[in-house]
């Protein structure tokens, strides 16, 4: 089985009538092209009436599928009809999905060097992703403080370890890739006790964009920073603002239903 649990009962569950019925369609039509495995990632292009196929990417663990996005521009009822097609070949056909190794495994692979020309590669490609990666360093890069902040707090979180730490695993190639952006979070979280005016400042100009253009592939990124954004605004005692803020973005962005669902893990 390629992914624990899936059945078609499930995709039935996750999408509406429409969508399963012309992801069926498509599945017949054999649309599906380059469907790979990696890890507890599945990665699929489906071709449909445009000129660019679209991509799908399912993330499962043993309990099944933990998110499934698609590049395509459908944002309302469920599953679009290119994740249906794919979990339907997913389902049926498994024999068909191609296993290649995965990120961590491929950077492995490499030392700094070469790690280094892949990344110049990948930007004269794709210029776009010039801005991941200056967000990641900049990240890396926080500022110090300029004055000590009053904190109510007993004992500060000193990050400095933190930064070195996330500079020696960037010069050792990213190999520690997935631990390298738990560290960079860990850092962030420090920043909302010394510098919370910070983090408001640049949590919120990374993840509105992300919003305002409808990027529903990056909005789990974006609701990640509106967490850092919230905690830093409860952290300065400034709850109503959050509150105010929160609501005008459900205001201004109330018809994204993907963005509205992850939006209730700001609850939390
Ligand atoms: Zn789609």
């Known amino acids: 089985m390629s992914i624990p649990g899936i059945s078609e009962a499930i995709i039935r569950h996750n999408s509406n009538a429409s969508s399963y019925s012309r992801g069926e369609e498509y599945y017949r039509k054999g649309a599906i092209a380059d469907l790979k495995k990696r890890g507890n990632l599945i990665q699929a292009e489906v071709e449909g009436g445009e000129i660019t196929p679209y991509q799908v990417s399912i993330c499962f663990d043993a309990g099944g599928i933990t998110s499934a996005c698609c590049t395509c521009p459908y944002d309302y009822d469920g599953w679009c009809k290119h ?11 498994s024999e068909i999905i191609e296993e290649r190794p995965t990120l961590e495994q491929l950077l492995n692979r490499l030392d700094l060097l070469q790690t280094q020309r ?15 990666i200056d967000e990641f360093v900049s990240l890396i890069d926080l500022p110090k403080p300029k004055t000590k902040q009053p904190s109510t707090r007993q004992s500060k979180i000193d990050i400095s370890p933190f930064r070195s730490h996330v500079k020696r695993i960037l010069r050792d190639g990213l190999k520690e890739l997935e631990y390298a952006s738990e560290l960079v979070h860990r850092v962030m979280n420090a920043a909302v006790f010394h510098r919370p005016d910070w983090v ?20 789990d990124a974006a609701v990640n920073w509106l967490k850092k954004a919230k905690a830093a605004y409860l952290q300065l005692g400034k709850k109503a603002e959050w509150s105010a803020y929160r609501s005008q973005l459900e205001a201004a ?3 994204k239903r993907k963005l509205m669902e992850l939006f209730k893990e700001l609850n939390k």
């Open 83 to 93: 994740i249906v097609a794919t979990l339907l070949s997913c389902s049926r056909q």
């Open 118 to 132: 892949l990344l110049q590669e990948l930007v004269e490609n794709r210029p776009e992703i010039i801005d991941d």
């Open 253 to 255: 962005h109330g018809r």
């Open 200 to 219: 408001i400042d640049n949590a919120r100009r990374r993840a509105e964009p992300i919003m305002e253009q409808g990027k529903a592939d990056r909005y």
